[in-house]
């Protein structure tokens, strides 16, 4: 009987990915190349625990001296059953549908070392969680044209979302399913992304449907009818369901009007920098951490914690 088995090398491979240093700018590491343009990362930013790992990376074209910038590279959780795997796959597929400026857009797709990696556009700006950990660090959160600015932004994004329609002009029924703020960026341009449209439901023809009582995304935003494990019944009323977004996005540009006249992208970068450049003494710790990775966030009581330190 030999002494090493197919499960020790494995749990060897395993042990050597985790002891792997994370990529930095000076040590970035390979990712993969696609038509020509290699991409490697630089940074991890969010490691999730599903085991969903966000890095920041940046490109190379082999064939020309340009260089194309930087993007996002997703690497999703490895499905175990061949439905997940589809359904993983369909999802991705929908994502590319999606083509709005408040949309984040996907790019590509890739398996590297069994994993799916997606490769999405980049934001040269703060997610909105670091911008709520900031406003924590410095005792005050932003401001209400702020969150109504972005608000609305957000909400545009979903109504796109729920009214794409197919080649034959029906409705695809798609809900994001996990808008939290940490799929939210505001760029340097004031500019606002939602991100992480890999856990979207659609009624796409053929698409293997996800279970009635599966929650994605993160409950603690998840809606009262989800955290209910009611079903989202879509295919009954699906403008009564979709009705909300654009009702949310029209409410908050309605109010942003009235009581903050002239607020916009220039004003909402110009305070996220504000509110940064004051909380920036807690910020690093707080997005990174020790260990060079921010995992999931601190709860407030935590942020306190640090504040007073």
Do not use: C, I, K, M
């Given at each position: 009987m030999p002494d090493t088995t197919t499960d020790d090398l494995a749990r060897t491979k395993a042990a050597q990915r985790r002891r792997q240093l994370p990529p930095t700018p000076d040590r970035p590491l390979h990712l993969f190349t696609l038509d020509g343009i290699r991409y490697e990362a630089v940074r991890e930013l969010v490691l999730m625990q599903t085991g969903e790992l966000l890095m920041l990376a940046q490109r190379f074209s082999e064939r020309a001296p340009t260089l194309p910038g930087f993007c996002f590279v997703r690497r999703l959780a490895n499905p175990s059953t061949y439905l997940q795997r589809t359904r993983l796959g369909e999802e991705i597929q929908l994502a590319f549908r999606l083509r709005h400026p408040a949309i984040a857009q996907v790019f590509h797709r890739k398996v590297r070392q069994g994993a799916l990696h997606v490769v999405m556009e980049s934001v040269d700006g703060p997610s909105l969680e670091t911008l709520v950990s900031a406003g924590v660090a410095r005792g005050r959160p932003v401001s209400e044209s702020f969150a109504l600015y972005v608000g609305a932004e957000i909400a545009e994004a979903l109504h796109h979302a729920h009214t794409l329609t197919d080649a034959a002009g029906q409705s695809l029924g798609v809900i994001h399913r996990?808008?939290?703020?940490?799929?939210?960026?505001?760029?340097?341009?004031?500019?606002?992304k939602l991100t992480n449209f890999g856990a979207a439901y659609s009624l796409v023809v053929g698409r293997e449907e996800s279970p009635a009582n599966l929650v994605r995304g993160d409950v603690a935003y998840a809606s009262p009818d989800v955290k209910a494990m009611l079903h989202v019944a879509l295919r009954a009323n699906p403008d009564e369901r979709f009705a909300t977004a654009a009702d949310m996005r029209d409410a908050m540009r309605v109010a942003l009007a009235r009581r903050h006249p002239?607020?916009?992208?220039?004003?909402?970068?110009?305070?996220?920098?504000?509110?940064?450049?004051?909380?920036?003494?807690?910020?690093?710790?707080?997005?990174?951490?020790?260990?060079?990775?921010?995992?999931?966030g601190l709860e407030v009581h935590e942020l306190e914690g640090l504040k007073r330190e």
């Open positions: 996990d808008v939290n703020p940490r799929h939210v960026y505001v760029g340097t341009q004031g500019e606002v002239g607020y916009g992208r220039q004003e909402a970068a110009a305070e996220w920098a504000q509110v940064l450049a004051e909380g920036s003494g807690l910020r690093d710790a707080v997005e990174f951490g020790e260990g060079g990775l921010f995992r999931e």
